[in-house]
């Protein structure tokens, strides 16, 4: 299916993180990013986090029903204010990923958001690309691209994003086309906010560390993290992805640790696994532009800024929006999947071939898979 023109694509994040759904509105060619509209957040109540973050691992024969139910209201709710749009790009909320085993599971139906709010909506992105022999993550690299080229970058940068797990994606702009060899190469860089959140909720009943601050009052335990980065993972060469609890084993780590100390050395983890991924780079990027909820932590920009040698800046400082850019990034990868696009490649999850996967959901209407 081939489409011209410029649409206003409403895209959509449930991160790892649990924290809540993103939605934002990208203008796109599929190609070309052409401008941003409005956004809007709309956190998960504590017993819709506490039901999501129970139904973490379940597979899709599993009980997620009251999750998958939670993900399709919240995601309806804070997508139905916005004005026209031509097209929704809904991820789902990742409960499970497993790649070369069972293959990966995103919880929502699409279906029901596109009759639900009368427009079409593309969904299930990923499971295409893992059925071809992908990783089936990340998927944002693709919009990256589009974003390198937007903020006019002339040599290569790097995009961090910081959510529950750590993700980069290297970008030269120098090329035509993200699937290009040379034009891309993204992967998951290992835990980033999940664990802190975790022990954050266990021990102290809330969300997060804000702005890092606990951690900064903390003593890291260096060994750990050593021991931690001599996991074979991290010595893999991308692409490659992680399950949100691919590292749950690490909180159990810190147990013996005080609060500072447990949060500072998980912090500081999220840090060094970033520094051991960009080794993979083809270079050092002129700028390390972190999205992402970890941006907002000082205790861990510190830490970035202390380990690597390129600049690294919060994605605002290029006028991107790094509270929305991953929602942004589904809307432009909606945008493609419908113009048949690819929205993966062998640089970004390992797929042999190029591949635009996705199901395009139409109200009143049946469902068209992409990718098969």
Known sequence: MKQSGVLRALGTMS?????????????????????????????????????????????????????????????????APFGPVDLGGFHGQTLAHDPSGRGTHQCGDGAVLAELLGYPVVWDFRSADVRLGGEGAPLAPFFHFACAKYIGAEEPVAFLNLGGVGNITYVDPRFDRPEEEGALLAFDTGPANAPVNDV?????????????????????????????????????????SLDRDDFADVIGRVDGLSDAD?????????????????????????????????????????????????????????????DMLEAQAFGHLAVRVLKGLPTSCRWTTGVPAAVGGGVVSRPAAGALAIGE
């Not at 129970?54 to 309806?76: C, P, R, Y």
């Not at 074979?232 to 991308?238: E, L, W």
């Not at 912090?267 to 532009?289: D, F, I, W, Y």
């Open 15 to 79: 991160g790892t993180s649990l924290d809540g759904v993103d939605a934002a509105i990208v203008l796109s060619d599929g190609e070309r990013i052409h401008g941003f509209g409005p956004s809007a957040y709309r956190p998960y109540t504590d017993w819709q986090r506490d039901t999501l973050r129970k139904a973490l691992g379940q597979w899709q024969d599993g009980d997620f029903e009251e999750a998958a139910e939670i993900v399709e209201t919240v995601h309806a709710q804070v997508m």
């Open 200 to 240: 954050m909720f266990a021990r102290l009943g809330q969300a997060y560390d804000a702005d890092g601050a606990l951690a900064a009052t903390g003593v890291v335990d260096e060994a750990l993290i050593a021991d931690v980065l001599e996991r074979a993972f991290f010595h893999r060469i991308p692409p490659k």
């Open 262 to 322: 447990a949060v500072a050395t998980l912090s500081m983890l999220a840090v060094r696994c970033v520094a051991a991924g960009l080794e993979h780079c083809p270079m050092v990027p002129s700028k390390l532009l972190v999205t992402g909820g970890g941006r907002k932590n000082a205790f861990i920009m510190n830490g970035l800024r202390g380990a690597i040698d390129a600049k690294v800046l919060p994605v605002e400082d290029v006028g991107l929006d790094g």
